[in-house]
């Protein structure tokens, strides 16, 4: 099956540290890419959607210029949390999906929780 | 706003079967109707997306009513492993955004 990674699992940094995030889609072509954030004992909410070599649509109240996205290949999608702080600790999750064919499904990764100290 | 309903939590034991309704009484024509689930500190896995016709893979199956107003997701005999929660999204045609409600908490029981 389609199979989605995503690096790192766990980062602790300081606050004002910029974090990046790595989503890699393994053995299929991801034209689309999305990123969630989830809180605890929340669900997941959807930041913003990345299309290969386009710019990212992001969500009513999600800051482009905080959390940069760059999706530059068709197995690659990065999130950098730029100047972290406290309340940008959360669990962030990427997924994956072909753009084209019918109704697909969404492959997600495993999720980076981030702490800001 | 995401537009299914679901019960908060659900409770069952292992090898029974369950049934995890979903209510989407808006859904429009060319929505299609998607399970996934969430283990603890994991991202969401698909299980299952169908819709009009009644579905089945190797993880469940996938009921949908005539009326495409509600579906059912039926795991055929329940293990520890499927303690998660589930949540029912509709998605459109294509690679669209899905948008996640709370889901059920599925507890299964030894």
């Known amino acids: 099956g389609a199979v989605v990674s995503q690096h790192p699992s766990r980062v602790i940094c300081k606050s004002g540290t910029s974090v990046k995030i790595e989503c890699r889609s393994l053995?299929?072509?991801?034209?689309?890419m999305f990123w969630y954030r989830q809180f605890p004992k929340q669900s997941l909410m959807l930041m913003a959607t990345s299309n290969e070599g386009s710019k990212a649509t992001y969500e009513q109240g999600v800051e482009k210029d905080k959390f940069l996205i760059n999706h530059a290949s068709l197995t690659l999608s990065t999130l950098t949390v730029t100047s972290a702080h406290p309340e940008d600790s959360s669990f962030y999750i990427c997924?994956?999906?072909?753009?084209?064919?019918?109704?697909?499904?969404?492959?997600f990764g495993d999720g980076t929780r981030l702490s800001i100290l | 706003d995401a537009k299914t309903t679901q019960p908060n939590s659900m409770e069952s034991n292992e090898e029974e079967p369950v049934h995890l309704p979903c209510n989407h009484s808006t859904i429009s024509g060319t929505d299609y109707i998607h399970w996934y689930r969430q283990l603890p500190s994991q991202g969401p896995e698909y299980v299952i997306h169908?819709?009009?016709s009644n579905v089945n893979n190797r993880m469940a199956s996938l009921a949908i009513a005539e009326d495409r107003k509600s579906s059912t997701l039926i795991l055929h005999r329940a293990t520890l492993r499927d303690a998660a929660v589930y949540y029912c999204i509709r998605a459109g045609w294509g690679a669209q955004k899905l948008v996640f409600g709370q889901g059920t908490r599925l507890t299964i029981n030894p």
């Open positions: 053995d299929f072509q991801a034209t689309t």
């Open positions: 169908g819709l009009t």
């Open positions: 997924s994956a999906s072909v753009r084209g064919r019918g109704n697909q499904p969404q492959h």
